[in-house]
């Protein structure tokens, strides 16, 4: 079965850095899209971050300049490197998936999220 793990949310001063990190792990054949959402209260959930598994990046417009997204295709892992956090960066961050199993078709997989708390 596959899941998606993140780990590295939690509460920082505005101005701060937090390091997210997800996980995919199962019996994966291909992982296409990797990326980052969020969620914050009263919200509708949004993208933040997307990679390729060539590489290729695309960012919301709110976190262009303070947050990178990157991936190690070799562990399946997603980062998303967070700098210069502001109290609007609060919600809780969906790792996002679109992968092929051994034995399924494509399809998109989340995790449980992960709650970043950015404290003015």
């Known amino acids: 079965q596959v899941q998606l793990v993140e780990s590295g949310g939690g509460l920082v001063q505005a101005g701060g850095s937090l390091r997210l990190s997800c996980v995919a792990s199962?019996?994966?054949?291909?992982?296409?899209?990797m990326g980052w959402y969020r969620q914050a209260p009263g919200k509708q959930r949004e993208l933040v971050a997307v990679i390729s598994s060539g590489g290729s990046t695309n960012y919301a417009d709110s976190v262009k300049g303070r947050f990178t997204i990157s991936r190690d295709n070799a562990k399946n892992t997603v980062y998303l490197q967070m700098n210069s956090l502001k109290p609007e960066d609060t919600a809780v961050y969906y790792c996002?998936?679109?992968?092929?199993?051994?034995?399924?078709?494509?399809?998109?997989?989340w995790g449980q999220g992960t709650q970043v708390t950015v404290s003015s």
């Open positions: 996002n998936a679109e992968l092929t199993p051994m034995s399924a078709g494509t399809d998109d997989y």
């Open positions: 199962g019996r994966i054949f291909r992982i296409s899209y």
